[in-house]
């Protein structure tokens, strides 16, 4: 009966590299949402995907930053040529439906050096 | 645009003795309200909720307040526990968006 499940729970990368971070929703769970919280901030909206495509991506970043939730597998959050400023705490949650409250993973804690 | 706010960043609190976190937000379309719990180095997890139409949502030792009126919201804890010791979250549903609205949080700390 897992929850959320998110790997790596530690990313470190230089700038310049590529971060992917995962997500297994909860069994059932079609609905995936992914927010970033920054050093004394709360949970800002990314992105959120049923399977296999983007509802709404008002939170992502223009550049750099892309998701998807295929068919098989887990969500992907890719961030391309990382640079600083992307250190943060990525959080995924899901949920069986739109009106149900949302269900976190521990997070991926991603520091770009 | 800051829709869901939290004023207070940190609250101590004495053990036995009532914590009460505040939430304002902005957006009168919002339709349902949510506190989560968050310890460090976890996700944050589901604690108590209030749908627009209520004023008052009570669960053990956790109760909810809405106020429509002044867009106000509060969690109440009595009695406090060492163990609620850690950043509460206020979120809202709805307003236009996907998903939840969160404020910045409010870091509770009971005092032995």
């Known amino acids: 009966n897992a929850g959320v499940m998110q790997n790596p729970r530690h990313l470190v990368r230089r700038r310049g590299q590529e971060a992917r971070l995962r997500c297994s929703p909860m069994?059932?769970?079609?609905?995936v949402y992914w927010y970033r919280q920054l050093p004394e901030e709360g949970l800002k909206f990314m992105v959120y995907?049923?399977?296999?495509?983007?509802?709404?991506e008002s939170g992502m970043p223009k550049e750099r930053f892309s998701a998807e939730f295929p068919k098989e597998g887990p969500s992907i959050l890719r961030i391309q040529q990382v640079v600083r400023g992307d250190s943060a705490a990525y959080f995924c949650a899901s949920s069986s439906n739109t009106l149900e409250k949302l269900f976190f993973g521990s997070g991926t804690q991603l520091s770009v050096l | 645009d800051q829709q869901v706010k939290q004023n207070s960043p940190s609250l101590s609190v004495q053990e036995g003795r009532i914590s009460i976190l505040n939430c304002d937000y902005t957006?009168?379309?919002?339709?349902?309200f949510l506190w989560y719990k968050k310890y460090p180095a976890e996700g944050p997890t589901f604690l108590i909720s209030i749908s627009s139409i209520k004023d008052k949502n009570e669960d053990g030792r956790f109760t909810v307040f809405l106020n429509k009126s002044a867009k106000h919201l509060s969690l109440h804890i009595v009695p406090s526990q060492p163990g609620d010791s850690a950043v509460y979250f206020c979120?809202?549903?709805?307003?236009?968006?996907?998903?939840?609205?969160f404020g910045k949080g409010t870091h509770l700390i009971i005092q032995p």
């Open positions: 957006n009168s379309m919002f339709d349902y």
């Open positions: 995907l049923q399977k296999e495509n983007i509802i709404d």
């Open positions: 069994k059932g769970h079609s609905h």
């Open positions: 979120a809202a549903r709805g307003g236009g968006a996907d998903g939840l609205t």
